[in-house]
């Protein structure tokens, strides 16, 4: 029983160190990037697994790229790339036109005949959501 309390003990004694040891308090948050151009097939075979590629500018050295947030219903998809910006104090290097970035998912084609893209691309003046929309047809695979 001396065996189980001491290894209790260790065991709580190495959480509590582990969950006390917190000194990466960098601050960050993530933010939306405008989508600047998509490379999309011009039709999609049911079934296949095909690669979507957008490039968006880097608004500065403190964006990298964190993923897309991406959303469905019925045969319309939409997407926009998701940044996460270090906010540690240090000045940030403006790379808004000069770091044109590029980033990739991959979509499996279903039953649907053909999708519809909206790739977020900022906002307009009022503040609405601006998207560059591609439909894409499906086809049948012939054998």
Not at 69 to 95: H, K, M, P, Q, S
Request: proline content about 3%; overall charge negative.
């Amino acid at each position: 029983m001396k065996k189980v309390k001491i290894v209790l003990a260790f065991f709580l004694v190495a959480m509590l160190s582990c969950c006390l040891n917190d000194d990466d308090n960098t601050p960050f948050f993530y933010d939306a990037v405008a989508i600047e151009e998509v490379t999309i097939p011009d039709q999609f075979t049911r079934g296949e697994t095909v690669e979507i590629t957008v490039s968006y500018f880097r608004p500065s050295s403190c964006h990298s790229f964190s993923g897309f947030d991406y959303g469905g219903f019925g045969n319309e998809r939409t997407v926009a790339v998701i940044n996460v910006v270090i906010d540690n104090g240090t000045t940030c290097e403006d790379l808004s036109v000069t770091s044109l970035a590029q980033e990739s998912f991959t979509f499996l084609v279903g039953q649907e005949s053909s999708y519809v893209f909206r790739f977020w691309q900022g906002r307009d003046d009022q503040g609405n959501n601006k998207f560059l929309t591609i439909e894409v047809p499906v086809v049948e695979v012939e054998i």
